[in-house]
């Protein structure tokens, strides 16, 4: 069984610069990736001021429901409240959704952080998916890590496909190796070819191997961070992009990551 994918930040629906509503060309641009699970961050539940003030370009019912439409089904983890709305983390699948669970990792007050755990039933397995939005700080990172270890842990059965995916603030790539060996899973981009360079020509004729980097996806005008990831387990990567140019720059401050998956035989 074949599964395409995709992971975005979508900056709560209006653009990086201005707060302008860009919700509706958010729409047409996730048909465009044709992927039958995204997982969304930064998703507006409720937005009363911005729903007000764009009356006319702001869809009546919460972003997860408009974005998902007719093809999809919508799942949603409320991260945080405030008193004329929320966001938080969302789900959709073009598969039947059996089970959900928001978890609430936030490190501190002032950081509302979650992790979102759908079931999905497809035809070839369970599929176990876990939208992540990490934190800015590097030990609040860390310990959100581990939480997210513990709930994979907890609720995928150590043979289940798992994706894991979102926004991991993780610009130093310091959080990989310990889901890894925790979670056997891989990154959509570790079996990537490293870019030829001088390091990587020094490190070669010294005998050792080039560290495979996660996607560059932030900021999506000019990406120079690496902030997005998509890890996986029981499957293998048939292919994984970063999209990339004008119309992704204006639709959020990071670019979505699609890939291209296949079910292991016996997962």
């Known amino acids: 069984m074949k599964l395409r994918v995709a992971t975005y930040n979508i ?22 990736m044709s992927a039958e699970v995204y997982f969304l961050q930064e998703v507006q539940g409720r937005h009363d001021l911005l ?22 089904t919508a799942a949603y983890g409320m991260n945080a409240a405030y008193d004329h709305g929320h966001h938080g983390n969302a789900l959709l699948s073009s598969f039947p959704i059996g089970a959900t669970r928001n978890q609430d990792i936030s490190d501190h007050a002032y950081e509302k952080r979650g992790i979102l755990h759908c079931v999905l039933q497809t035809p070839g397995a369970e599929v176990h998916c876990y939208v992540v939005h990490l934190g800015l700080f590097a030990g609040g990172r860390r310990r959100q890590t581990e939480a997210l270890i513990e709930a994979v842990s907890r609720t995928a059965p150590p043979q289940a496909p798992v994706i894991i995916a979102g926004d991991f603030n993780d610009w130093g790539n310091h959080l990989s ?33 080039s560290v495979i980097q996660p996607a560059r996806t932030f900021p999506a005008a000019l990406p120079m961070l690496r902030l997005d990831r998509i890890y996986v387990r029981g499957f293998v990567v048939e292919s994984a992009e970063v999209l990339h140019g004008a119309m992704w720059a ?13 079910l292991k035989a016996g997962s």
Do not use: Y
């Open 177 to 209: 190796p310990a889901l890894r060996s925790a979670l056997s899973v891989c990154e959509v981009f570790d079996e990537r070819t490293p870019r030829l360079s001088v390091g990587s020509v020094l490190r070669r004729l010294s005998g050792r191997s």
């Open 51 to 72: 729903a007000t003030r764009h009356a006319s370009n702001w869809p009546q019912e919460a972003q997860h429901d408009f974005l998902a439409g007719e093809s999809h």
């Open 11 to 32: 900056h709560k629906g209006v653009s990086s610069i201005g707060s302008r509503p860009r919700i509706h060309a958010l729409k047409q641009a996730l048909t465009t």
């Open 250 to 262: 204006k639709l959020s401050d990071h670019s979505p990551i699609v890939a291209t998956l296949q």
